[in-house]
C-alpha cells in the first residue's frame, strides 16, 4: 500500500467516527493530516519516502481568567518566528 492509500484509508475511517480532520501541505516531501479529538490534538505527517511521522498534543485543561487577552498576548510573545 502506498502513502496515497493510506492516507485515504486513515480518512475513511476518522469520516467513520465522525472525526475532524483537515489535510494539509506544509513542506514539499509530504502531506500532513491534523486531527482534532476532544482534548487532543494530532499531527501525522505522510511523507515520500513512505515513513510516518506522528505528534500528539494534550491539553492542560481550560482556564477562565478574566486577564485572558492578556495572557494570550503573552503565548504569542512566547512564540520566535512562525
Known amino acids: 500500500m ?5 492516507i485515504y484509508d486513515l480518512c475513511q475511517e476518522l469520516d ?3 472525526v475532524t480532520y483537515d ?3 506544509i513542506r514539499p516531501e509530504g502531506i500532513m493530516v491534523s486531527v482534532a479529538v476532544p ?14 511521522e506522528l505528534e500528539r498534543f494534550r491539553s492542560e485543561g481550560v482556564e477562565t481568567r478574566p486577564d485572558a487577552p492578556e ?3 503573552r503565548y504569542f510573545e512566547d512564540v520566535t518566528e512562525l
Do not use: A, Q, V
Not at 502506498?2 to 493510506?6: A, G, K, L, R, Y
Not at 482534548?39 to 515520500?48: A, Q, T, V, Y
Open 23 to 25: 489535510l494539509k501541505i
Open 39 to 52: 482534548g487532543e490534538r494530532w499531527e501525522l505527517e505522510f511523507l515520500e519516502d513512505g515513513s510516518i
Open 16 to 18: 467513520r467516527r465522525h
Open 2 to 6: 502506498n502513502s496515497i492509500e493510506t
Open 71 to 73: 495572557r494570550l498576548l
